[in-house]
């Protein structure tokens, strides 16, 4: 039976992975996913490698705030 698995891209953060049963990382490295749907960074900044913790908020606050200063 073949299983569907969805991502959808949050402009500015993660993707969303719906229905996967691994995430597999560019160095190879295999994260289970235990969760119906998991954010997976797509910035590198976060600390808990491959999913989201949200650092990229602060990626975007300090875009931001460079916009308003120039
Ligand atoms: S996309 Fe959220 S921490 Fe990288």
Do not use: I
């Amino acid at each position: 039976m073949k299983r569907r698995v969805s991502v959808v891209e949050c402009p500015g953060g993660p993707l969303l992975v719906r229905g996967a049963d691994e995430v597999v990382s560019a160095d190879g490295s295999v994260a289970a996913v235990e969760r119906s749907v998991v954010a997976v960074c797509r910035c590198g900044r976060s600390d808990r490698l491959p999913w989201c913790d949200d650092s990229h908020k602060d990626r975007a606050k300090r875009k931001k705030k460079r916009a308003q200063e120039s």
